[in-house]
């Protein structure tokens, strides 16, 4: 069952949503970053030979458990969005973990993440590849509070 705002009656719900999603996604690889840092030191700086791997791991447990506690990452908070599921629910762990896995995938082929965006830009409601098979959808939290 699909109760989600219809973008041509509901616009506030949407607006400005895929600029904010890429805000939040800067946010998001810096905050990772910032983990990856804290962590080097605990691997006796061995890190640095395999860091994207590093990088990959944190992004993924920072993700997921953002996304199951609050339905958003911290850099989708700062910019007042957050992921619900068709029903209109929040996400739940397994939720975010299969988002966050779709999310990845997309980013090991490239041609899913060139689809993803243009499906942001183009789909009335600003869904991307992940979204569309898991039917989540990115709104304004403040139109939500309403």
Known sequence: MNILPDPATQPEFYKDVQLK?????????????????IILPFTA?????FFPLLFLFVG????????ANGSATWGMRLFSIELRRADGTPLDAGHAFAHTLGYTFSWFLPVFQVMSV????ATERGQGLTDHVL???MLNRRALAR
């Open 21 to 37: 999603r890429l805000f939040a996604w800067g946010v998001d690889a810096v905050v990772t970053l910032l983990g990856c840092l």
């Open 45 to 49: 700086f061995t890190g640095v030979f």
């Open 60 to 67: 993924f447990g920072y993700r997921t458990m953002t996304l």
């Open 118 to 121: 243009i499906m942001m830009g």
């Open 135 to 137: 039917g989540t959808v």
